[in-house]
Protein backbone atom coordinates (compact mmCIF):
# COMPACT_ATOMS: atom_id res chain seq x y z
CA UNK A 1 0.00 0.00 0.00
CA UNK A 2 1.64 3.63 -1.29
CA UNK A 3 1.69 6.83 1.68
CA UNK A 4 -1.19 8.10 -0.72
CA UNK A 5 -4.06 4.59 -0.23
CA UNK A 6 -2.67 4.59 3.33
CA UNK A 7 -3.48 8.21 4.27
CA UNK A 8 -7.12 7.25 2.67
CA UNK A 9 -7.54 4.43 4.65
CA UNK A 10 -6.65 5.91 7.87
CA UNK A 11 -9.03 9.33 6.92
CA UNK A 12 -11.92 6.75 6.20
CA UNK A 13 -11.12 5.15 10.15
CA UNK A 14 -11.17 8.63 11.46
CA UNK A 15 -14.39 9.26 9.55
CA UNK A 16 -15.92 6.42 10.87
CA UNK A 17 -15.35 7.42 14.04
CA UNK A 18 -15.94 11.21 14.27
CA UNK A 19 -18.88 11.91 16.19
CA UNK A 20 -19.60 15.02 14.06
CA UNK A 21 -19.52 12.99 10.91
CA UNK A 22 -22.06 10.38 12.14
CA UNK A 23 -24.03 13.21 13.51
CA UNK A 24 -24.44 14.57 10.30
CA UNK A 25 -25.28 11.56 8.70
CA UNK A 26 -28.13 10.93 11.43
CA UNK A 27 -29.34 14.34 10.68
CA UNK A 28 -29.40 13.79 6.60
CA UNK A 29 -31.11 10.13 7.07
CA UNK A 30 -33.79 12.02 9.49
CA UNK A 31 -34.05 15.06 6.46
CA UNK A 32 -34.27 12.01 4.10
CA UNK A 33 -37.35 10.45 5.71
CA UNK A 34 -39.08 14.01 6.76
CA UNK A 35 -39.09 14.99 3.36
CA UNK A 36 -38.89 11.98 1.48
CA UNK A 37 -36.03 13.46 -0.38
CA UNK A 38 -34.36 11.49 -3.24
CA UNK A 39 -31.64 13.69 -3.69
CA UNK A 40 -30.68 13.49 0.18
CA UNK A 41 -31.13 9.39 -0.04
CA UNK A 42 -28.44 9.06 -2.77
CA UNK A 43 -26.40 11.70 -0.40
CA UNK A 44 -26.53 9.00 2.39
CA UNK A 45 -26.27 6.21 0.07
CA UNK A 46 -22.72 7.65 -1.01
CA UNK A 47 -21.55 8.31 2.56
CA UNK A 48 -22.67 5.04 3.83
CA UNK A 49 -20.56 2.83 1.11
CA UNK A 50 -17.86 4.97 1.64
CA UNK A 51 -18.28 3.81 5.37
CA UNK A 52 -18.54 0.64 4.11
CA UNK A 53 -21.38 0.47 6.04
CA UNK A 54 -23.65 -2.87 6.55
CA UNK A 55 -25.52 -4.14 3.27
CA UNK A 56 -28.70 -3.93 5.49
CA UNK A 57 -28.35 -0.12 5.93
CA UNK A 58 -27.45 -0.23 2.63
CA UNK A 59 -30.42 -2.20 1.47
CA UNK A 60 -32.53 -0.02 3.17
CA UNK A 61 -31.64 3.06 1.55
CA UNK A 62 -31.90 1.60 -1.81
CA UNK A 63 -35.30 0.40 -1.14
CA UNK A 64 -36.15 3.89 0.11
CA UNK A 65 -34.69 5.51 -2.74
CA UNK A 66 -36.72 3.24 -5.12
CA UNK A 67 -40.07 3.30 -3.62
CA UNK A 68 -39.86 7.23 -3.33
CA UNK A 69 -38.79 7.40 -7.03
CA UNK A 70 -41.81 5.07 -8.38
CA UNK A 71 -44.53 6.92 -5.83
CA UNK A 72 -43.48 10.24 -8.03
CA UNK A 73 -43.33 8.21 -11.49
CA UNK A 74 -46.96 7.49 -10.78
CA UNK A 75 -47.89 11.04 -9.87
CA UNK A 76 -46.22 12.48 -12.41
CA UNK A 77 -48.08 10.11 -14.70
CA UNK A 78 -50.90 10.79 -13.00
CA UNK A 79 -50.73 14.89 -13.61
CA UNK A 80 -49.18 14.26 -17.23
CA UNK A 81 -46.11 16.06 -16.47
CA UNK A 82 -42.55 15.39 -17.41
CA UNK A 83 -39.53 15.41 -15.81
CA UNK A 84 -37.84 18.85 -14.58
CA UNK A 85 -34.28 17.56 -14.74
CA UNK A 86 -33.35 21.31 -13.35
CA UNK A 87 -34.87 19.85 -10.39
CA UNK A 88 -32.54 18.00 -7.84
CA UNK A 89 -34.96 15.92 -6.63
CA UNK A 90 -37.05 14.98 -10.17
CA UNK A 91 -33.23 14.33 -11.69
CA UNK A 92 -32.80 12.12 -8.34
CA UNK A 93 -36.13 10.06 -8.91
CA UNK A 94 -34.85 9.76 -12.84
CA UNK A 95 -31.81 8.41 -12.02
CA UNK A 96 -33.52 6.01 -9.76
CA UNK A 97 -36.18 4.49 -11.83
CA UNK A 98 -33.30 4.36 -14.24
CA UNK A 99 -30.94 2.29 -12.31
CA UNK A 100 -33.57 0.32 -11.30
CA UNK A 101 -34.66 -0.54 -15.01
CA UNK A 102 -30.55 -1.22 -15.76
CA UNK A 103 -31.11 -3.57 -13.31
CA UNK A 104 -34.12 -5.27 -14.04
CA UNK A 105 -31.81 -5.54 -18.00
CA UNK A 106 -29.05 -7.21 -15.95
CA UNK A 107 -31.62 -9.87 -14.49
CA UNK A 108 -32.93 -10.84 -18.10
CA UNK A 109 -36.31 -9.09 -17.65
CA UNK A 110 -36.76 -7.67 -20.88
CA UNK A 111 -40.14 -6.85 -20.54
CA UNK A 112 -40.03 -4.69 -17.42
CA UNK A 113 -36.34 -2.68 -18.40
CA UNK A 114 -38.31 -2.12 -21.90
CA UNK A 115 -41.01 -0.93 -20.03
CA UNK A 116 -38.77 1.19 -17.59
CA UNK A 117 -36.85 2.81 -20.63
CA UNK A 118 -40.21 3.41 -22.68
CA UNK A 119 -41.41 5.66 -19.45
CA UNK A 120 -38.46 7.48 -19.09
CA UNK A 121 -38.11 8.57 -22.62
CA UNK A 122 -41.79 9.36 -22.53
CA UNK A 123 -40.95 11.33 -19.15
CA UNK A 124 -37.89 13.35 -19.89
CA UNK A 125 -37.46 16.72 -22.20
CA UNK A 126 -33.90 16.75 -22.98
CA UNK A 127 -33.04 15.33 -26.51
CA UNK A 128 -29.90 13.08 -25.87
CA UNK A 129 -31.44 11.75 -22.37
CA UNK A 130 -34.88 11.02 -24.44
CA UNK A 131 -32.94 9.47 -27.53
CA UNK A 132 -30.65 7.33 -25.31
CA UNK A 133 -33.94 5.77 -23.35
CA UNK A 134 -35.31 5.17 -26.82
CA UNK A 135 -32.32 3.17 -28.06
CA UNK A 136 -32.27 1.38 -24.73
CA UNK A 137 -35.53 0.37 -25.27
CA UNK A 138 -35.21 -0.50 -29.17
CA UNK A 139 -31.95 -2.69 -27.85
CA UNK A 140 -34.24 -4.64 -25.58
CA UNK A 141 -36.60 -5.48 -28.10
CA UNK A 142 -34.33 -6.21 -30.93
CA UNK A 143 -33.10 -8.74 -28.31
CA UNK A 144 -29.73 -7.46 -27.49
CA UNK A 145 -29.37 -9.04 -23.56
CA UNK A 146 -27.55 -6.27 -21.14
CA UNK A 147 -24.36 -7.73 -21.47
CA UNK A 148 -24.74 -7.37 -25.36
CA UNK A 149 -25.94 -3.72 -25.26
CA UNK A 150 -22.97 -2.94 -22.48
CA UNK A 151 -20.57 -4.95 -25.03
CA UNK A 152 -21.60 -4.11 -28.70
CA UNK A 153 -23.65 -0.96 -28.14
CA UNK A 154 -23.04 1.46 -25.50
CA UNK A 155 -19.46 2.82 -24.88
CA UNK A 156 -18.95 3.02 -21.53
CA UNK A 157 -15.45 4.32 -21.70
CA UNK A 158 -16.50 7.93 -22.75
CA UNK A 159 -18.22 7.91 -19.29
CA UNK A 160 -17.52 11.37 -18.04
CA UNK A 161 -17.70 10.87 -13.71
CA UNK A 162 -17.54 14.72 -13.45
CA UNK A 163 -20.79 14.78 -15.40
CA UNK A 164 -24.04 15.10 -14.24
CA UNK A 165 -25.66 12.66 -16.34
CA UNK A 166 -22.61 10.22 -16.05
CA UNK A 167 -25.61 7.80 -14.17
CA UNK A 168 -27.24 7.53 -17.45
CA UNK A 169 -25.61 5.92 -20.71
CA UNK A 170 -25.48 7.92 -23.16
CA UNK A 171 -22.85 7.40 -25.12
CA UNK A 172 -23.07 4.76 -28.16
CA UNK A 173 -20.38 3.00 -30.91
CA UNK A 174 -22.64 5.06 -33.44
CA UNK A 175 -23.89 8.33 -32.88
CA UNK A 176 -27.93 8.15 -31.82
CA UNK A 177 -29.65 9.02 -34.59
CA UNK A 178 -27.57 5.99 -36.54
CA UNK A 179 -29.16 4.04 -34.23
CA UNK A 180 -32.58 5.00 -34.09
CA UNK A 181 -32.23 4.27 -37.89
CA UNK A 182 -30.87 1.00 -37.20
CA UNK A 183 -33.79 0.24 -34.85
CA UNK A 184 -36.56 2.15 -37.16
CA UNK A 185 -38.96 -1.30 -36.23
CA UNK A 186 -38.16 -1.46 -32.72
CA UNK A 187 -38.80 2.72 -32.33
CA UNK A 188 -41.94 2.42 -33.93
CA UNK A 189 -43.11 -0.22 -31.78
CA UNK A 190 -42.44 2.12 -28.73
CA UNK A 191 -44.34 5.16 -30.19
CA UNK A 192 -47.23 2.73 -30.26
CA UNK A 193 -46.94 1.24 -27.24
CA UNK A 194 -46.52 4.72 -25.72
CA UNK A 195 -49.66 6.08 -27.64
CA UNK A 196 -51.72 3.22 -26.53
CA UNK A 197 -50.87 3.92 -22.44
CA UNK A 198 -51.70 7.72 -23.21
CA UNK A 199 -54.93 6.67 -24.78
CA UNK A 200 -55.80 4.05 -21.28
CA UNK A 201 -54.45 7.22 -19.40
CA UNK A 202 -56.79 9.07 -20.83
CA UNK A 203 -60.06 6.89 -20.58
CA UNK A 204 -59.23 6.35 -17.06
CA UNK A 205 -58.98 9.54 -16.39
CA UNK A 206 -62.06 10.82 -18.18
CA UNK A 207 -64.05 7.75 -15.97
Do not use: C
Not at 89 to 95: K, V
Not at 171 to 191: H, N, R, T
Amino acid sequence: MNQNNREEAIDLEALKKDPQFQENLKRLEGEMKAERSIAKGYQLLDAKLLMEAEQEEINEIFTFIVNEAFDRLAELLSRGEKFDMADPEQWATARAVYEHGIQRYSENDLKGAREIFLILYYLITEKELRDAMMIHSAAVAAGHDFDSFIENLADVRSINPNDATAFFITSFVQPPDILLQMFAKEVAEGEALLAKMEENSKASNEE
